[in-house]
């Protein structure tokens, strides 16, 4: 079976901190696909990244960070400098095989002015 | 850009009330997706469908239904609204890809109150 954990509910920064979001998967498969989306306070999941399972290397978009890590199944994502925009629930998901995604149960992060 | 709508943001109805979710997408998207989503345990999958009239259960079927009978529109159907289906609903879709590659597209959600 698939899973994916976020173990942190909820975080609170200060603008300009540093945060990591952690994400821990499990699975069977030997070719998967990790993802991470986005949602603000209006509601609608926004893509982030996707990761295949055969590319480890660490990506980095502006501000944000992937550290992909298949020795310890786990796919975290940095902030580096937060802002207040990036106030919103943050999803990691996992693709196996088959057409469906597994969603952790999300990680609320607030940044505070 | 890929495009997912849901025909209300907010709705409102009564226990008992047989409840459709529409939602539309217009990139000929193969498969689309039904969750919902509650606070602490992150997105369920309700139902899926892979083609025009393919459905499959999802982890939470139970209390609900889909249709779809043309590719870019898939409907949720709460036979009997029951408080309990209170929630955040969201619709997706997601091209047909090799060993699951690519990303879903999400609609803006629907919350829905069952009084």
């Known amino acids: 079976a698939q899973k994916v954990t976020q173990a942190q509910t909820e975080i609170s920064v200060v603008e300009k901190e540093d945060v990591t979001l952690d994400c821990v998967y499990e699975?069977?498969?030997?070719?998967?696909?990790l993802f991470w989306y986005k949602q603000p306070p209006s509601g609608e999941l926004v893509f982030l990244i996707r990761r295949n399972s055969f590319d480890e290397q660490n990506e980095i978009s502006g501000r944000y960070s992937w550290n992909f890590q298949k020795s310890t199944s786990s796919f975290n994502f940095t902030i580096t400098a937060s802002q207040v925009v990036d106030s919103a629930v943050y999803f990691c998901a996992l693709s196996g095989y088959g057409q469906n995604f597994v969603f952790g149960p999300g990680t609320r992060l607030s940044v505070l002015p | 850009d890929v495009k997912v709508t849901q025909s209300s943001r907010y709705l409102v109805k009564r226990t008992g009330e047989k409840v459709f979710l529409e939602c539309v997408q217009d990139m000929d998207h193969e498969n689309m997706f039904w969750y919902r989503q509650d606070p602490g345990l992150g997105l369920r999958l309700i139902y899926f469908s892979y083609d025009v009239k393919m459905k499959e259960k999802g982890d939470i079927p139970e209390g609900y239904s889909v249709s779809r009978e043309k590719k870019e529109r898939f409907s949720l159907i709460l036979e009997s609204a029951s408080t309990n289906q209170t929630s955040m609903y969201l619709c997706a879709s997601r091209p047909l890809g090799d060993r699951g590659r690519y990303e879903q597209y999400f609609g803006p959600g629907t919350r829905l109150t069952v009084t």
């Open positions: 699975t069977r498969d030997t070719t998967y696909y």
